[in-house]
């Protein structure tokens, strides 16, 4: 299959393109570079030993996006690209609204001219809202707290009315809970611009020394050591997953299905901190301050749809995500630069 990978040269659209060209995929990367840098491509070409072809090309260009359409006449498009960051999308809803609506709009609107009617999205556990029971099926109402969030549940809606109104459509919608890892070789990884968003990042730039301390947002949650729980998935499992659901989609009977990307297992924050300084052997300080506003106490996906429908589940453990994530931080202190 040959696949379009809108967003490919970041952290997790990196690691599905290596497990697509293991699997004999064909790959074309569309990337912008905004969040990501050039030089990933030559890393996923050593780690593969195939070639990976790449355009840099602003994805809410409609005009621009059809003509690669057109040029790269792919069987299927996975759409990772857009903006991710929940604070900042507080301080600057109008251009997440923008980049990820227009974005997904553009592909939908070359897809359709050119033909190619198979599209994996990245949705995200956020479009479960505050208060969804745990585990969390995927037939759980959606909602947000945020506008990334608010962002994922419009693609989500804008995706299930194109699938409704035109059968010949095949949309998979991928939530994944928390992303974490690297590739075991070192040579990719998660490489945030500024303050990291997520823990585990976080926690990696402490071991590091690029930060002081671990930020630990509330201790008095009803979990056994008060901190949030979350269900941390390795991304080189959350890749696999992109694969099964790709190759689900060409038989699949419906127009659109969604499924939980998760482990099913919960880890606490400070669980989490006592793992990595297991897998780095360097110490982790932190401090407790205040909740977040919006944080949840728990979030943990019901993962047995993908498990049934995709035959897929998640491989590795919390030890394997630790040492996989400080591999790639101490190989490669400054990420990309
Ligand atoms: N990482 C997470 O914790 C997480 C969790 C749930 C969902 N997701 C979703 O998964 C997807 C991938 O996440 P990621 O962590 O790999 O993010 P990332 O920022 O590393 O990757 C996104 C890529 O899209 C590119 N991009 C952004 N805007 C673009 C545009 N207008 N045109 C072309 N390229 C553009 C960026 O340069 C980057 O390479 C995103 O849609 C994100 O919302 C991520």
């Known amino acids: ?8 040269a970041g952290y ?44 840099e090309i602003d994805l809410t260009d409609t005009a621009d996006t059809k003509a690669l359409m057109r040029n790269a006449k792919p069987d299927a498009v996975i759409h990772f690209a857009g903006l991710k960051a929940v604070g900042e999308s507080v301080t600057n809803p109008g251009s997440y609204y923008s980049v990820n609506l227009r974005s997904t709009l553009s592909l939908l609107a070359a897809m359709q001219e050119a033909g ?10 956020t479009v479960y809202g505050m208060n969804p029971p745990v585990p969390t099926p995927e037939d759980s109402p959606t909602s947000a707290t945020n506008p990334y969030g608010w962002t994922k549940v419009m693609g989500e809606q804008i995706l299930t009315d194109i699938a409704a109104s035109h059968p010949q459509w095949r949309i998979g919608l991928l ?14 990884g998660e490489d945030p611009l500024g303050v990291p968003n997520n823990v585990l990042p976080y926690i990696s730039q402490v071991a590091i020394g690029r930060r002081d301390y671990l930020s630990v947002f509330g201790d008095d949650y009803d979990t056994p050591d008060g901190t949030g729980v979350r269900d941390f998935i ?13 190759h689900r989609l060409t038989t699949m009977p419906r127009s659109l299905d969604v499924w939980n990307l998760g482990t099913g297992r919960g880890t606490s924050v400070l669980e989490l901190r006592a ?62 630069r």
């Open 116 to 125: 190619v009617y198979c599209l994996v999205f990245s949705s995200s556990a």
């Open 234 to 246: 390795h991304v080189d499992d959350l890749a696999e997953g992109h694969v099964a659901a790709l």
């Open 275 to 336: 793992a990595f300084e297991a897998a780095s052997g360097r110490p982790i300080p932190y401090r407790v301050t205040a909740r977040r506003p919006g944080d949840v106490a728990r979030s943990l996906a019901l993962v047995t749809k993908a498990e049934r429908e995709l035959g897929w589940r998640a491989q590795r453990g919390l030890l394997e995500m630790c040492q996989d994530a400080w591999r790639w931080q101490s190989q490669n202190p400054d990420g990309y």
């Open 1 to 8: 299959m040959r696949v379009l990978v809108a967003g490919g």
């Open 175 to 188: 939530r994944y809970f928390n992303p974490g890892g690297a590739h075991p070789c070192g040579a990719i």
């Open 12 to 55: 997790i659209g990196s690691h599905t393109v290596v497990r697509l060209l293991q699997h004999g995929d064909d790959v074309v990367i569309a990337d912008n570079f905004s969040n990501s840098s050039p030089l990933v491509v030559d890393r996923l070409r050593r780690i593969t030993g195939r070639p990976v072809k790449v355009e």
